[in-house]
């Protein structure tokens, strides 16, 4: 057994405090678990969205050319139910911390938009009070690997934009098209057998390299190259701190692993106490 298993909970927890809190150049790299707390449900636990709504079959390339209406009415659905969930407190305190701390880079697999909500909300509590600028909001801002439900592109030139409209799945012809070349929009989402956009697996592979700490939160590690980045930061001389209600296959290489839920384990670990 890992030995950091065997500390009881509160030294674990002082102890990545003081690893979060003392890294130089933090990552922090989130999965659907980070969303649960919110209503998102994550895609392989018990009420995975996966199970009901077979993904592999509707999330793909070919079943858009098959079937484009059925895709968008299964889109459409996500969008609403995960538009109407609001960031929890985990959301929150990365927000927080991503916005204060220029040397943390935050990188997630989720396409719910919360990360970008709760740090639009904390960029307004520090705009109030005079604090937070472009620059750091822009550093703030999440590493999307897999792209975002409320973002669409062209399925034909290079459009591409957000878009938090319900969709309006009747009919092929009622389908959101292209205001530039009428071809139709798709979900700007990575699919199965998708390729990564590779700007952006790059940057997420440099912070992964450059992280003294890769942070993990809420993610099962079975999809890669997402599941890579902890491995790479590693391979660099890093340090890698798991939260999750689980073990994963990640728990063997990080050296500490907090059990619990990341709305109530990431204020704790992440707010500079007083
Ligand atoms: P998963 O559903 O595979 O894993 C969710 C993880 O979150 C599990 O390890 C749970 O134990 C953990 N978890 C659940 N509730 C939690 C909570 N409140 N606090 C902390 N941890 C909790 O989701 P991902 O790992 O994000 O890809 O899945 C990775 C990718 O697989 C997704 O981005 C998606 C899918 O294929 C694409 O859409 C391309």
């Known amino acids: 057994m890992n030995d950091a298993l065997q500390m009881d909970d509160a030294r674990r927890m002082d102890d990545a405090r003081h690893l979060v809190g003392s890294a130089s150049r933090l990552l922090i790299l989130t999965g659907a678990g980070v969303s649960a707390e919110s209503g998102v449900p994550t895609f392989r636990g018990p009420d995975g969205l996966w199970k009901t709504r077979r993904p592999e079959e509707l999330a793909t390339p070919q079943a858009f050319q098959a079937d484009p209406r059925l895709v968008w009415e299964w889109y459409g659905l996500r969008r609403e139910r995960v538009g109407a969930c609001r960031p929890n407190a985990a959301h929150e305190a ?100 998708e390729e990564l956009d590779p700007e952006i697996l790059e940057s997420a592979m440099e912070a992964a390299d450059a992280a003294e700490v890769c942070l993990v939160v809420g993610t099962s590690a079975l999809v890669h190259p997402a599941a890579s980045l902890p491995l790479l930061t590693k391979e660099s001389g890093g340090v890698v701190v798991e939260v999750n209600t689980e073990p994963t296959p990640l728990t063997e290489v990080a050296q500490l692993s907090l059990r619990g839920r990341s709305g109530q384990v990431l204020p704790r670990l992440l707010t500079v106490e007083p």
């Open 94 to 193: 990365i927000a927080r911390l991503t916005l204060e701390n220029g040397d943390a880079r935050l990188v997630t697999q989720n396409v719910d938009g919360l990360h970008e909500l709760a740090l639009e909300e904390a960029v307004a509590e520090e705009r109030s009070s005079g604090r937070s600028s472009d620059e750091s909001v822009s550093r703030a801002t999440p590493i999307r690997l897999h792209g975002s439900l409320f973002w669409t592109r062209c399925t034909v030139c290079d459009h591409r934009t957000a878009d938090r409209h319900p969709v309006d799945a009747d009919s092929e012809a009622s389908l959101p098209r292209c205001p530039k070349c009428q071809a139709l929009l798709r979900p700007d989402v990575v699919w199965f057998g």
